[in-house]
């Protein structure tokens, strides 16, 4: 797991693929995936706190495998990221005086 929020009743969930580096090799979880013939997956999991049923899930692929956390924002319906090089950022963010990009 990597990412823990809650809003409303449900657990928002991050997950991530297991790295391939010495530093996480050998887990028991690789153990348990292994047994039940399922691969780690990343992606974020939506969980009703009441039931305990998985309600919704999106599962990342392709170049991203890893999560580092999630975060809930309460009344927004599109949030979206702006890359440092884009003229919105401009316009969407100020810190400190204006700045040549």
Known sequence: MCGLAF?????IIGMSKCRENRTFSGLDLDDNLTKRKVEARCGVFVVDLSTGDLVQWVRLEGAVFEMYDVAVIPGVVRPMALGLRQEAIRRTISIGGPVKI
Do not use: K, P, S
């Open 7 to 11: 809003i409303n009743g449900f657990a």
